[in-house]
Nanobody, 128 residues
Framework: QVQLVESGGGLVQAGGSLRLSCAASGRTFSAYAMAMAWFRQAPGKEREFVGTTSMSSLSSSRTFIADSMKGRFTIFRDSDPNTVFLQMNSLKPEDTAVYYC????????????????WGQGTPVTVSS
């Protein structure tokens, strides 16, 4: 099992930026062919796919962002193979939600029910 811990959420004004991070422990991504995704859930709404990336080598990883967030949101990794980031720019009030990271074995998926491991979530509030 993979333990996931999100951080970086908070309050930001519309048009601002936030960077969320998801740190994994336990069964590490470097040892397994894993997919990691970001989802979000606003009050009273269903969990929504944000994006996903494969956790294989940096050179061969693939990343997909939901169409509605392309151009504003980016998923990336750095030299730490167990941390994934969600960079959110040009934030809008409708981006307000709790953001979750989740993990599963490959292949990539946009369906929350496919994911086996979840973090506790980090809240993001965008004020107008």
């Amino acid at each position: 099992q993979v333990q996931l811990v999100e951080s970086g959420g908070g309050l930001v004004q519309a048009g601002g930026s936030l960077r969320l991070s998801c740190a994994a422990s336990g069964r590490t991504f470097s040892a397994y062919a894993m997919a990691m995704a970001w989802f979000r859930q606003a009050p009273g709404k269903e969990r929504e796919f944000v994006g996903t990336t494969s956790m294989s080598s940096l050179s061969s990883s693939r990343t997909f962002i939901a169409d509605s967030m392309k151009g504003r949101f980016t998923i990336f990794r750095d030299s730490d193979p167990n941390t994934v980031f969600l960079q959110m720019n040009s934030l809008k009030p409708e981006d307000t939600a709790v953001y979750y990271c989740a993990a599963k074995k490959l292949p990539l998926s946009a369906l929350p029910n496919d994911y086996t491991d979840w973090g506790q979530g980090t809240p993001v509030t965008v004020s107008s």
